[in-house]
């Protein structure tokens, strides 16, 4: 029944390791996004993906790269590990073109890196 | 350079009080302002939104406030009661832009009992 969900919803692990984030959505949207919410609660866009095709990439370390290999899907994958990288990552969908519009998001993976 | 700008960043209240968040913004091309509630451990969730063509829009308790000409618009939270505890979030977005949003820093309110 989860619109939009996400997995693992936490994750620990050790500076240098390269891990996955994957995140669903069932409502039918044609948008994905990640978004990072560090530790002082600020949301800060990385990527979006519009029907498969990446259409947002903010100033992000190219050690992250988004995948989405559907519009129901986007995976975020995030190599060499850094302490820094330890927040929480979102994703959330939305459907572009609508009248009024607005994101629906996961529940968060609270990524920590030691 | 942040494109929202909210404040207070935390918010005491007292059950039955009124609790007011204030976002600010400077780029004109905005046209849809949401505001976000988040419990812990949740993600942001989609509260009440307002366009800039009209000044208030209220859903039960919630209220948006909007000055165009200001480029200020706020929260106001009738009658708070403890289950309003959250952290809140202003955003803005341009339409046709893919939705993207920009998000304030989030107040955290606490309504005590």
């Known amino acids: 029944d989860t619109a939009v969900s996400q997995t693992p919803k936490y994750l620990v692990t050790q500076m240098g390791n390269d891990k996955s984030i994957k995140c669903e959505q069932n409502l039918g949207h044609d948008t994905m996004y990640w978004y990072k919410q560090d530790s002082k609660k600020f949301l800060k866009i990385m990527f979006s993906y519009n029907n498969k095709e990446l259409i947002i990439n903010e100033t992000v370390p190219n050690r992250f790269s988004p995948k989405s290999p559907d519009k129901a899907h986007l995976n975020l994958h995030i190599n060499s590990l850094e302490l820094g990288d330890s927040a929480v990552y979102f994703c959330?969908?939305?459907?572009?073109?609508?009248?009024?519009?607005?994101?629906?998001f996961g529940s968060g993976t609270r990524l920590t890196v030691v | 350079q942040q494109q929202v700008k909210q404040s207070p960043q935390s918010l005491i209240v007292q059950k039955g009080g009124i609790s007011i968040i204030n976002c600010a913004y400077e780029n004109t091309a905005f046209d849809y302002f949401p505001w976000y509630q988040q419990f812990p451990g949740k993600g942001p969730a989609l509260l009440i939104a307002?366009?800039?063509?009209?000044s208030e829009k209220k859903e039960g308790r919630f209220t948006i406030s909007f000055n165009k000409s200001a480029k200020q618009f706020s929260l106001h939270i009738m009658d708070s009661q403890p289950g309003d505890s959250a952290t809140y979030f202003c955003?803005?977005?341009?339409?046709?832009?893919?939705?993207?949003?920009?998000f304030g820093s989030g107040t955290k309110l606490n309504v005590k009992p």
């Open positions: 955003a803005a977005s341009i339409r046709n832009n893919f939705n993207k949003f920009y």
């Open positions: 307002i366009r800039p063509d009209v």
């Open positions: 959330a969908s939305s459907q572009v073109g609508r009248t009024t519009y607005g994101y629906t």
